[in-house]
């Protein structure tokens, strides 16, 4: 065979294989419950805030399972970067409050995303719901609120997200309304 005929078949399984990687990766939808060990506490077990202080594995013990997976998960998006109403970078939250409000949840339950293309946002904790690759992996970002800037580790990353703005999350953790915090649960009409 020669090489210019060689090089064409090697592109075409190469090509061949891709598509095949691509149209059996399914995206899965995932919970918060999921990034996090099964021994370790949800929120509500625990009482809000759930901080990671409070946990024997300050809450860095991540779900590696979930690794390189196409997954869906809905949370509150707090901007990190962002230009006006265009966010270039957020934290997914679990709840309303998280990290500026309140003590900043466990690093697994925090994911830092990156959307694929410029999200307009209209508020801070948004309901969205991202869907893209997960990958573990402790991050640092600066999230720049009120009162100074807060440096919050994240235990997940999705970058070239695709983002969607929901209704409702449907594993969200509702503050007590004895919180000075519970106005956050409240509809905008």
Same mark, same amino acid.
């Given at each position: 065979?020669? *090489?210019?005929? /060689?090089?064409?078949?090697? %592109?075409?399984?190469v090509l061949?294989?891709i598509? &095949?990687?691509?149209a059996?990766?399914?995206?899965?939808?995932i919970?918060w /419950?999921?990034?996090? @060990? #099964?021994?370790?506490?949800? #929120?509500?077990?625990?009482?809000l805030?759930?901080? #990671?202080?409070?946990m024997?594995?300050?809450?860095?013990?991540?779900s %590696?399972?979930?690794?390189?997976?196409?997954?869906?998960l809905?949370?509150?998006?707090?901007?990190?970067?962002?230009?006006?109403d265009?966010?270039?970078?957020? %934290?997914?939250?679990p709840?309303?409050?998280a990290c500026?409000?309140?003590?900043?949840?466990?690093?697994?339950?925090?994911?830092?995303?990156? @959307?694929?293309r410029?999200?307009?946002? *209209?508020q #801070?904790?948004? =309901?969205?719901?991202?869907?893209?690759?997960l990958? =573990?992996g402790?991050?640092k970002?600066?999230?720049?609120?009120?009162?100074? !800037?807060?440096?919050?580790?994240?235990?997940y990353t !999705?970058r070239?997200?695709?983002?969607a703005?929901?209704d409702l999350?449907?594993?969200?953790?509702t503050?007590p &309304?004895?919180? =000075?915090w519970?106005?956050?649960?409240?509809?905008?009409?």
């Amino acid at each position: 065979m020669s *090489s210019p005929l /060689k090089l064409t078949a090697a %592109l075409a399984a190469v090509l061949i294989s891709i598509a &095949a990687g691509s149209a059996s990766a399914e995206t899965s939808r995932i919970f918060w /419950k999921d990034l996090r @060990p #099964a021994t370790q506490p949800a #929120a509500e077990s625990v009482g809000l805030p759930m901080v #990671a202080a409070k946990m024997p594995d300050r809450g860095e013990t991540l779900s %590696l399972n979930l690794r390189d997976k196409a997954v869906q998960l809905a949370g509150y998006a707090l901007p990190l970067d962002r230009d006006g109403d265009l966010v270039y970078q957020f %934290l997914l939250v679990p709840w309303t409050g998280a990290c500026s409000h309140m003590p900043t949840p466990p690093p697994n339950q925090i994911v830092l995303v990156t @959307p694929a293309r410029p999200y307009r946002m *209209s508020q #801070a904790y948004q =309901p969205v719901s991202v869907t893209g690759a997960l990958e =573990p992996g402790m991050e640092k970002s600066q999230l720049f609120i009120l009162d100074g !800037v807060s440096v919050i580790q994240s235990g997940y990353t !999705v970058r070239k997200a695709e983002v969607a703005n929901v209704d409702l999350v449907p594993d969200t953790i509702t503050l007590p &309304a004895n919180l =000075p915090w519970s106005f956050l649960n409240k509809k905008n009409n």
